[in-house]
């Protein structure tokens, strides 16, 4: 059930927010609210709910087990056994094919006989809330967490709908406490209101707008690309996913604060990043954060010497790029990630930190639309040739595809919005906004900030109706004529 | 300070929970207990309906799909909001809300097929099976019609857009230049020349004088269907010298504002773009008269039907006719040059079944002199 889905919007999220706050006490309101994101996440993926269950109760009893040998030669073991048991459910459902087909590859070369290739469904989710139980049984191995005897909260923590299908990954250290311990505002609730009308929007209104264009430029013939609708594909795909995939984080927190959550934020405005290393500091946070803590750090220890940690980065990105999608595109974009930032490390960074700072963001960026065409290709053959036309290389006569269709009056200013909304434009000018007011006489600094609360709260409601159109309309399937 | 403004309640903040509250409950509560308004046809396609007899419980177990597909075509005040949304992007972008649907110049509207630049661009060479499927199709009619010793004459019905190119987006008008349908039949004409009628210079021609196509519809208007039958009747008054089209002359034309068509429909704004729709009121009266109109056996069906004509003239040849909505004006002008006229509408257009046996079953009975298959230009684009 997606969120911007009629089916959330008018019907999941409105029964969920009135039953939740009619009931008393966080015990009851815990119980319903894991009854609602059991419903959510098998609303969509029926029975493979079991397989979110299994996750729960696996882990949970993991995490009671590493609790009583903690600190004992016994819990190394069982740690170990949680990893497995989670990354095995990971390896089964996501990487089963993508590893027969390369070992099939591997058995070709050799004269070997091509082993069947298993099609399974990959329920979504899955690489989410599987990394996210892993940081509960880590961390309560790592004593920064207490393991809970109550399972509703290990199965909430796990499953809690708004972050359940598209992350952020939240972290047990970060969220335990609030699960039994959690207050419940006004402000908190109108702050949650506020997120999740900005997410909803980017969304629908920027990013579905962007997808129909660069869904087209993706999908034309490579030869038939000029170089500045392949440019324009790069743009608008990068545009679109990063309004995507923030604007689904921020829904996330959004929903999150209405029930009294506090997730950590998981983009700080990557596009305006000025290397590789910066940009992934600032996008996705929370998985690469998640990356670092549970994988890089182990794998280095205390005193790595500095080539190891290099290789170390690049297997940690090789693994990045597979835990996006187990493709080839994703394997190239995440180990050419990895090596751009070794190699900022070692010295393209002190260079790029030379350059007039205009020419640094551009760097940042063009790495950006680059890795994107990658991450968006379906093939390896694809991503080349969206460079070659990116780079004039291309014999495109644009009779076919030109840039002029691309260009209409609602994607140009989709763009300029997006753009401006990419930038710290906003948060800059409210608190630009704040600071001026807190320097007004004290009896008129609270009608000043009602009143910017106020043009503030104009504005999510205008978002708001946006998107209640734009979705609406997705919905309205005509015809010529009637369809039987 | 930032800090402890966020956890300063204000009215605001309660006044912008609350109404955020209340927002979300107006669409359930309008779809629970708001009027339905059962008229709302302008999809052209049954709405989503729930099995009868079965509990919130096992709908929600058992039907999750049917229960979302109901909620996206019933939740409250969708009719509204897609309604709002159309208006709002037509006016802010000049974009058509539907993607099917490309807004042309001067409130003309034109018909694409899932994206529109996709029928309109230079196409790709015709791919081999559809090409086999039509070829297949249309000897297996001349065929039909040769065993019953009658006189084929296939006619093409030109899509909008390639007789009045002119009113689409600049963007795409060059595209409208091309069309399958003359790569289609410049490869019958290697094979087996079947005897085509290719309207498009014919209503290319007439648009001169009058417009010969609806702005806010896929059909031809009076005027064109009368311009496609003074051509189909003179081709057939090879075989036949002794009937005679009549002319345009034999008509008053009468102007009426009306709803806008089919394409106005699906833009749910048959009241925003409206018709003056040009009909042709003959002078003399009719010599034809309805022997038999029949909707079709099929009683899912809305379209299909058969209709039939007749008049005193048994000199004249009989005819029979399989159409699609194009050929639903050029019946009345027919009908006045055949002793009998046998009807038959298939859905070409909507790529229906080919079942030549069992659509042509009443027609069979007729045995018609001359067999006339319409078909529309834009039923060659189905892919």
């Not at chain 1, 983009?267 to 690469?288: D, M, Q, T």
């Not at chain 1, 260009?407 to 001026?436: K, M, N, Q, S, Y």
């Not at chain 2, 009345?332 to 042509?360: K, M, Q």
């Amino acid at each position: 059930m997606a969120f911007s889905s009629p089916v959330f919007l008018f019907v999941f999220l409105p029964v969920v927010l009135a039953v939740y706050f009619s009931l008393p006490g966080l015990r009851l309101r815990n119980a319903f609210l894991l009854l609602a994101s059991l419903s959510f996440y098998s609303w969509g993926e029926g029975v493979y709910a079991l397989l979110l269950l299994f996750s729960i109760a696996a882990n949970h009893m993991l995490a009671l087990l590493v609790a009583r040998h903690r600190g004992e030669r016994a819990g190394k073991p069982i740690i170990g056994l949680a990893v497995a048991v989670n990354l095995g459910l990971l390896g089964v459902f996501k990487y089963t094919g993508f590893f027969t087909e390369n070992l099939n590859y591997l058995l070709g070369l050799v004269g070997g006989v091509a082993l069947p290739v298993p099609s399974l469904h990959l329920p979504i989710g899955l690489s989410f809330f599987t990394f996210q139980a892993m940081s509960y049984v880590i961390d309560v191995y790592r004593g920064q967490g207490q393991a809970h005897r109550n399972p509703i909260n290990t199965a909430l923590y796990i499953s809690l709908f708004p972050q359940l299908i598209l992350g952020p990954i939240v972290r047990y250290r970060h969220i335990g406490r609030q699960l039994t311990d959690r207050v419940h505002t006004v402000v908190g609730f109108a702050e949650g209101v506020g997120r999740f009308s900005v997410g909803l929007g980017k969304k629908v209104l920027i990013a579905d707008t962007l997808a129909v264009a660069s869904d087209s430029i993706f999908a034309a013939p490579g030869d038939e690309l000029t170089a500045g609708v392949a440019w324009l594909g790069a743009v608008y795909f990068t545009l679109q996913l990063y309004f995507d995939f923030s604007g689904y984080s921020d829904m996330a927190i959004g929903l999150g604060r209405m029930f009294g959550f506090r997730y950590r934020e998981n983009f700080n405005y990557p596009l305006i990043a000025r290397s590789r290393g910066e940009y992934f500091r600032r996008w996705h946070v929370s998985f690469f954060t998640w990356m670092r803590d549970y994988v890089y750090g182990p794998l280095c220890g205390k005193n790595c010497p500095r080539w190891r940690r290099n290789v170390n980065l690049l297997i940690v990105w090789l693994l990045a790029g597979l835990w996006h999608g187990a493709t080839s595109t994703f394997v190239l974009w995440g180990l050419a990630s990895g090596i751009v930032i070794v190699l900022e490390r070692i010295w393209l960074l002190q260079l790029v930190n030379r350059l007039w700072r205009p020419l640094q963001h551009a760097y940042g960026l063009g790495l950006s639309l680059a890795g994107m065409v990658v991450f968006r290709s379906e093939t390896l053959e694809q991503a080349v040739a969206m460079f070659v036309a990116m780079l004039g290389g291309g014999d495109a006569s644009g009779e076919t595809f030109n840039s002029a269709m691309f260009l209409h009056r609602e994607l140009v200013f989709t763009v300029a919005v997006g753009a401006l909304a990419a930038t710290p434009v906003v948060p800059t000018v409210r608190d630009w906004l704040d600071g001026r007011i807190g320097l007004l006489p004290v009896d008129q600094q609270n009608l000043a900030r009602n009143c910017r609360l106020l043009v503030q709260a104009a504005v999510w409601g205008v978002i708001l109706l946006a998107c209640a159109l734009a979705v609406s309309a997705r919905t309205y399937t005509p015809f010529v004529y009637f369809q039987f | 300070m930032k800090r402890r403004n966020e956890e300063k309640k204000s009215n605001v903040h309660v006044a912008i929970a609350g109404v955020f509250l209340a927002a979300l409950w107006v669409s359930p509560l309008q779809g629970l207990f708001g009027f339905v308004d059962e008229d709302w046809k302008m999809e052209e396609r049954r709405l989503a309906s729930l099995p009868e007899d079965e509990g919130v419980v096992s709908l929600v177990v058992n039907h999750r799909a049917l229960l979302a597909d109901y909620v996206r075509d019933h939740f409250g005040l969708r009719r509204t909001l897609i309604r709002w949304h159309h208006r709002a992007k037509l006016r802010l972008f000049g974009r058509s809300p539907v993607s099917e649907l490309i807004i042309g110049e001067d409130g003309w509207l034109f018909l694409g097929e899932k994206d529109p630049l996709d029928d309109l661009r230079p196409m790709t060479p015709l791919p081999g099976y559809l090409f086999e499927s039509w070829e297949q199709r249309l000897h297996e009619v001349s065929r039909w019609a040769d065993e019953r010793g009658a006189r084929l004459v296939i006619v093409i019905a030109p899509s909008k857009q390639s007789v009045y190119a002119e009113y689409l987006p600049e963007r795409v008008r060059s595209f409208a230049e091309s069309s399958r349908v003359d790569e289609m039949l410049s490869r019958l004409a290697e094979q087996d020349p079947l005897d085509v009628v290719n309207l498009r210079p014919v209503l290319r021609a007439a648009k001169r004088n009058h417009r010969t196509y609806y702005r806010t519809d896929t059909h031809w208007n009076d005027i064109g269907a009368h311009a496609a039958y003074v051509e189909i009747v003179n081709r057939i008054a090879e075989w036949f010298p002794r009937i005679r089209p009549k002319p345009l002359s034999d008509f008053r034309i009468a102007r009426t504002n009306q709803p806008g068509g089919d394409l106005a429909r699906m833009l749910a704004m048959t009241e925003v773009y409206r018709e003056e729709n040009l009909r042709l009121k003959t002078v003399s009266p009719r010599l034809a008269r309805r022997v038999g109109i029949r909707p079709s056996r099929d009683e899912t069906s809305r379209v299909r039907r058969e209709i039939s004509f007749e008049q005193e003239n048994s000199d004249l040849p009989r005819a029979a006719m399989f159409h699609d909505s194009f050929g639903q004006l050029l019946i009345p002008f027919l009908a006045e040059n055949f002793s009998r006229l046998d009807c038959r509408l298939v859905g070409h257009a909507l790529g229906a079944s080919w079942n030549l046996d069992e659509d042509a079953e009443t027609i069979d009975t007729s045995q018609p002199d001359v067999v006339i298959w319409e078909i529309a230009e834009r039923a060659f684009e189905r892919r």
